[in-house]
T-cell receptor
Framework: ETGVTQTPRHLVMGMTNKKSLKCEQHLGHNAMYWYKQSAKKPLELMFVYSLEERVENNSVPSRFSPECPNSSHLFLHLHTLQPEDSALYLC?????????????FGPGTRLTVL | GENVEQHPSTLSVQEGDSAVIKCTYSDSASNYFPWYKQELGKRPQLIIDIRSNVGEKKDQRIAVTLNKTAKHFSLHITETQPEDSAVYFCAAFATPGNDMRFGAGTRLTVKP
């Protein structure tokens, strides 16, 4: 699969588990994003990384911890999540800044927290 | 911060009719307004966008209008087809703060 890939596609975890979501982009972009998509709610921008530096953190709880080791890879580390964190987590990439630059989305990871 | 409201939340039209989706934003610094289409089970994809120095942009059956004074922008789809059925999201981006905010989405159904 080309473009933006995400693994795993589905994840079920207990509230005490620790897991990580992975995103990889093959588009040569220099910015990557994590979004949360819940039912009947707007897409919520969680984190923005540009040139491997975090440039935006929209008041996301500390149980979500992002990591961007290089411009092609982005991780979201999860620990002690709550059931309300169940959602589709979308990764995206673009040239930075996103103004006038299309964001390309990955297929998402469907997360269920029991 | 920016707040984007989108209406309607659901829209059903007959094939061939036009569909209009409206969004309002609150941050006057917003300067870039993309629209994304998300088909069922698929990822969002950009379909059209507009910058704040332009009032209207058209791409075949899709057009977007922007009214900076009123802080609202709209998506217009003409001659709708069943394959236009999807959820459409508007977004507003403000360069100060690098803040991208999305609307809640509009589920468009085009009936054949």
């Amino acid at each position: 699969e080309t473009g933006v890939t995400q693994t795993p596609r589905h994840l079920v975890m207990g509230m005490t588990n620790k897991k990580s979501l992975k995103c990889e982009q093959h588009l040569g972009h220099n910015a990557m994003y994590w979004y949360k998509q819940s039912a009947k709610k707007p897409l919520e921008l969680m984190f923005v990384y540009s040139l491997e530096e975090r440039v935006e953190n929209n008041s996301v709880p500390s149980r979500f911890s992002p990591e961007c080791p290089n411009s092609s890879h982005l991780f979201l580390h999860l620990h002690t999540l709550q059931p309300e964190d169940s959602a589709l987590y979308l990764c995206a990439s673009s040239q930075y800044p996103p103004e006038n630059n299309e964001q390309f989305f990955g297929p998402g990871t469907r997360l269920t927290v029991l | 911060g920016e707040n984007v409201e989108q209406h309607p939340s659901t829209l059903s039209v007959q094939e061939g009719d036009s569909a209009v989706i409206k969004c309002t934003y609150s941050d006057s610094a917003s300067n870039y307004f993309p629209w994304y289409k998300q088909e069922l089970g698929k990822r969002p994809q950009l379909i059209i966008d507009i910058r704040s120095n332009v009032g209207e942009k058209k791409d075949q059956r899709i057009a977007v209008t922007l009214n900076k004074t009123a802080k609202h922008f709209s998506l217009h789809i003409t001659e709708t087809q069943p394959e236009d059925s999807a959820v459409y999201f508007c977004a507003a981006f403000a360069t100060p703060g690098n803040d991208m905010r999305f609307g809640a989405g509009t589920r468009l159904t085009v009936k054949p």
